[in-house]
Every structure is written in structure tokens, then in C-alpha cells.
């Protein structure tokens, strides 16, 4: 017994001295990490750089240009009530205008709803599961309150809250961050659960730290890596909940360009015009799958735990 | 068994009342006056008035809940003012086309993913793995209603075989129900498919590793036999778990797809109530729901003694 853990020590002692691959080296070999990285850079080149790829005011219409099909030309009134020629790559809408323009800056609005509610869940799902997990008389409560939460389909509350406070870009992010709360305070509790029995968390609270330090630099630090898988998946359900609720006609305002407007406008005239919900449906879902598929990668490359679960 | 069966009845009892607290919350934690909201955009200010008396909104928080608590509990989900009748009624009115599609999604889905998802594990790691699980994510990731004007584009209006929208009660006939039907179950299903097939491969993956594989295997079984009757029926619980879980994406799914294919259901019945802001009518939506995904994972839990003896309640 005794040698074979003093082989075990030597052996751990010899592996050490092999240079591990880091996090970063290892994120960047895989594919999917790859991939879906670059997909979604390039989405973000493209909502900073709406204005200078050809696109003009989303908001500004033509009469004279309505329902044109991808490729032609028309011309399109600007603020100043100019008439300038605009080549209408992906056609125009019943109002005349540029379908182009409209996706494009329609990427701001789905990345940023998409970022920031997962950042809100994840704030206050991490709140939350640290509570939930380190004070124990709150654990029971507060989780019950969470299954009910999740006894509700998600859509249905997002719909719900969004229809109570009226769309704007918060009331939206924060009706689609709601809902997925409770994942992540589920995720964070069942981490803190098994990080606080660590030597390492012991010796801390042995040594007199006071619970607010060790739940911020002993266990936090190590529910990192989970947490970025989870928000990830978050911001890409997000981002397909935004445009749900713009299909709907319940999402942010009808002049706002978001793909789930552009789409609700084009499904009148859906069966004569299909490019005005295929161009933003194609950047949908490319986008939510570019998430996805880097949300995979950060699995099976921080979280290789989960990976083995699903 | 029927010890289990009432301990586990009772247990959803919190769960619902929690959603039940939440659901009221909802509308009385919003800015403005609660008796205007409830009422929505159509109501005039004597329907406010009433709404505010029966509700008893100068009476405290707690009072009030147990006012509409009792209400609901009588089966009283209040009157809708857009619909102008009973939350009740609305939903039951609505309740065929909605429970003939999710039938015909989960019939659909679970037959296709199942044997999807067990040869994907049998052939673990070959090309129809890799596609299927690239397909799972793309399943994942295709907005419902984008798939939607697809197939619609591609299956009604290039090939003209199945109507663009609409629906025809059973009644009406089979031949026309279920014509109309197939589509929007094909568009729901996606998602769902991508689900049960990923968890199917996982679960049966692990059955495989399996001695009792192996030793069916040695007495010389035919591999389908090893396969079905030994390492899916071992998977089994994983299974009906997230068919059960999955359930809320369909319930998140029929509310888009309803509006797509214009099918008078549940689904366009709660974006009608939300886009004129009938808020009992979005409550008693939200609610029915909720109580039947609680009760479906019920049945779930209950099930797991069918398809695995061991698990005895």
C-alpha cells in the first residue's frame, strides 16, 4: 500500500514535468471552437460594420421601390428627401426598403439581445446558485421557487413579461434571461455543492475566511469554465427567443430592424416574395448555429465532464 | 405502488402552487394598475371598475391571492375581454387542434429519432453518427419558423402536395385533418428530434459498454435482438425522461407554429391574448400549460417501474 502510493506520487510528480497543453492551446486545435468562432467574428464585423458595407438608413423607404426582387435597382429617399440610385441586393420590402441594409443591421440587434441575456442570466443565476449552495437554510426555498419557474415553458414567460412591460431592448433581454435563470442557479448550486467539500475550501474556512470571500475567490474561480459552456447556449437561445418574439409581433417595434421583423413583415407576401423571410431566416440560422457549435467546442474542450454526459 | 402514486401526487402540489404564485405575480409586480392591465387595451373604465372590486386590489397582497387562488381552484380561470367569454371555455374550445398536433408531433418525433439515435450508437463514431449529430445541432439551431416557410415553399407551393395552412377538425373528415396536420407536425418535430435522437445515442452508447451486451452477444444473438431488447430497453429511462422534459420546447414551438399554419389552437390562442394584452387569458394559457408539462413528467416518473423492473416505488 505504502509504495504503491508513493509510485502514485512519483508518477503524478513525472507527468507534471510534461508540459501540459493550456486551455487557449487546447480552444484553439478544435474544429468546432474553429468554425464557429470565425462564423461568429464575422457577425461581429458585420454588425460593427454595418454602415460602410454598402447598406443605407434600415429605416428609410421608396414608394417607387416596393417588393423589388434581389439584384434590381431602384432608388430609395433618403432624411434629407434626396432620391440616390440603390442597387437592392437582397430585393426590398412592401414599404420599399433595402432588405440588405435591414439584415444587416439587424445583426446588431440579435447579438447583442443574444450577449446580454446571457450575461443577465448568468449574473444572477450565479448569485443565486452561490446563495443557494452556501447557505443552506436558503438551498430548499429558493430552489423550489426555481422549479416552478421551470414548470413554465420558457417562451411562454418571456411572451408573457414582454406583453406586460411594453418591447423595448432591456424589457426584451431581460424577459429572455428570466426563464433561464434557473439552469444556471441549478448549475452553479450543484458546482459550489461539490467545490466546498475541496481540501482547498476547507483549509480556507479553517483558516477563519469569512463565507463572502471564499465563495468569491475559492469557488467561483472553478465554476469558470461550466458557466461559459452554459452562456453560451444561453446567448444562442436567446437570440432565437428575440426573433420568436419579433415573428410574433410582440418582440421590439416593427421599425426596429431585427430578422424576426424583417420576417413578420415578409410572410404576408410570403408566397410571391419568399427573399424577404429566406435572407434573414438563412442569417438566423446560421447565426444560432455558429453559437451552438462553439458552445459544443468550449464543452469538449473546458468542460470535458459534460461532454461525457450528454 | 399506490403509496408512491399519492406521495408523488402530492409533490407536484408545491411545484404548481409556486407557478400558480408566480403567474400572479406576474401581473401585480408590473408598474400601472393592475385592474387596467388585467383588463387590457379593449376594456372601458366600468369593466376596470369591476375587475378592481372582484379582484379586491385595495385589499392586501396576500388577501388577494387567496381570493384568485380559490377562484381558480373552483375552475374558474376568469373571463377573457378580447374573446369575450370564459378562459375556460376559450381553452377548450381550442384544445383539439392543439392536442391532435402535439400527438402527431410526439408519434412522429419519437419513431424517428429512437431508431435514429440507436444506430448512430451501434455505429458509434462512422458517418451516420457524424451526420446525425450535425443534423442534431442544426435541428437545434433552425428557427421553427424559418423550417417552416421552407417547407411550405418547397412542399406546397413548388410541388403543391399538402395545403400551405389552415385546419379541419377530425370531424370534417381524416383524409383533410390529417393532410393539413402533417406539415406542422414535420416543422414541430425538428427540434424534438434533435433532442431524443442526441439523448437515445448517449443512453444506448452506454448500454453498449455493457457485460450483458457481451454476453448476448456471445450466446449468439441476432445483433437487432441485442440492440432492441438488451441495450434500448436498458436506455430506456433517459429516454422518456427528455421525451417528458422535451415537452416544454414543444409547448415553446406550437406557439410559433400555430401562427405559421393559421391552426386555431392553444398556441395562436395565447399570441391572440398577448398581442391585444388579455391578460386572463394569457394567466389561464400560461397555467394550463404549466399544469399539463408538470403532469406529462408525472407520468414520466411514473413509467420509469414499466421500463426498468429494478426501480420499484
Known sequence: MATDSAAEALSTESAAVVRQDSAMQRLRRNWSVRIGGVVLLALVFIALAAPLLGTVDPTLFDAGSRDLTPGQSGEITTLDGDSIKHTFIMGSDSFGRDIYSRVLYGTRVSLMVGAFSAVVALVFGILLGLLSGYLRWLDGPLMRVMDGVMAIPAILIAIALVAMWRASLLSVIIAIAIPEIPRVTRLVRSLVLTIREEPYVEAAISLGTPAWKIMLFHILPNTVAPLLVQGTYICAAGILVEAILSFLGVGLPPDIPTWGNIMAEGRVQFVTFPHNVLFPGIFLALTVLAVNILGDGLRDTLDPKMARRS | ?313
Open chain 2, 1 to 313: 405502488m399506490y403509496k408512491f402514486l399519492a406521495r408523488r401526487l402530492l409533490s407536484t402540489i408545491p411545484v404548481l402552487a409556486i407557478v400558480a404564485v408566480l403567474v400572479f405575480l406576474m401581473l401585480r409586480l408590473t408598474p400601472g394598475d393592475p385592474a387596467a392591465i388585467l383588463a387590457g387595451d379593449a376594456a372601458n373604465t366600468e369593466q376596470i371598475a369591476r375587475i378592481r372590486e372582484g379582484l379586491g386590489l385595495d385589499r392586501p397582497l396576500p388577501v388577494q391571492f387567496a381570493i384568485w387562488a380559490k377562484s381558480i381552484l373552483s375552475g374558474d380561470l376568469g373571463e377573457s375581454f378580447y374573446f369575450k367569454m370564459k378562459v375556460t371555455s376559450l381553452i377548450g374550445q381550442r384544445l383539439e387542434a392543439t392536442l391532435s398536433l402535439a400527438t402527431l408531433t410526439i408519434i412522429f418525433a419519437v419513431f424517428t429519432a429512437v431508431p435514429l439515435g440507436v444506430l448512430a450508437a451501434w455505429r458509434f463514431g462512422g458517418w451516420f453518427d457524424r451526420i446525425l449529430m450535425g443534423f442534431s445541432v442544426m435541428g437545434f439551431s433552425v428557427p421553427v419558423f424559418v423550417l417552416a416557410y421552407i417547407l411550405i415553399w418547397i412542399v406546397s407551393l413548388k410541388l403543391g402536395w399538402l395545403p400551405v395552412q389552415g385546419y379541419k377538425p377530425i370531424a370534417e373528415g381524416f383524409g383533410p385533418f390529417i393532410r393539413h396536420l402533417i406539415l406542422p407536425a414535420i416543422t414541430l418535430s425538428v427540434i424534438y428530434i434533435a433532442l431524443i435522437a442526441r439523448v437515445t445515442r448517449a443512453s444506448v452508447l452506454e448500454a453498449l459498454g455493457e457485460d450483458y451486451i457481451r454476453t448476448a452477444r456471445a450466446k449468439g444473438l441476432p445483433e437487432s435482438r441485442v440492440l432492441i431488447r438488451h441495450a434500448l430497453t436498458n436506455a430506456a429511462v433517459p429516454i422518456v425522461t427528455v421525451i417528458g422534459i422535451g415537452i416544454a420546447l414543444l409547448i415553446g414551438g406550437v406557439v410559433v407554429t400555430e401562427s405559421v399554419y393559421a391552426i386555431p389552437g392553444l398556441g395562436r390562442l395565447t399570441v391572440d391574448a398577448v398581442l391585444a394584452r388579455d391578460f386572463p387569458t394569457i394567466q389561464g394559457v400560461i397555467l394550463f400549460f404549466s399544469v399539463i408539462y408538470v403532469m406529462i413528467n408525472l407520468l414520466v416518473d411514473l413509467s420509469y417501474v414499466f421500463f426498468d423492473p429494478r426501480i420499484r416505488y
